[in-house]
């Protein structure tokens, strides 16, 4: 009733494309950064380490993702499961999707026909744990 005519008149603009595409373009540019900061190196990890499980071999020094140490004593190409001795004597079968991590590699063999281990470095530190 009191309204006055101009304001009654003036209907808001009808949302266009341009207002559409400038509302979804932030969303658009941290999908993107979300892409290449999170996504993609995550691929790239599980890549490798895929990669990394499907390579080990006989005589791998290998960590479970139990954090068991061990060596791989069989392992045949194609399986599922490698068998690792975790002490003297004692093996257990392990899904090559349960190794964390391989300790020394083993190369491929070199010109004399033997396998060559890559060297690894151990430290032992001297503290109030040793006993």
Not at 21 to 40: E, G
Not at 55 to 60: H, N, R, S, Y
Request: net charge positive; aromatic share 6%; glycine share 8%.
């Amino acid at each position: 009733m009191f309204i006055s005519e101009a304001y009654a008149q003036a209907a808001a603009p009808a949302p266009g494309a341009t207002d559409m595409l400038t509302s979804f373009l932030p969303l658009v540019l941290i999908f993107v950064v979300f892409w290449f900061l999170m996504i993609r190196p995550q691929q790239k990890r599980m890549k490798e380490h895929r990669a990394l499980v499907s390579a080990a071999k006989k005589g791998d020094k290998v960590v479970t993702n139990g954090g068991i140490l061990g060596t791989i004593t069989k392992a045949v190409d194609g399986e599922n499961d490698v068998e690792v001795e975790i002490a003297t004597g004692v093996k257990v079968r392990v899904l090559r999707s349960a190794i964390q991590d391989v300790l020394n590699r083993t190369m491929p063999a070199g010109k004399g026909g033997k396998a060559v281990e890559a060297k690894t470095v151990e430290t032992k530190s001297e503290g109030a744990n040793d006993a």
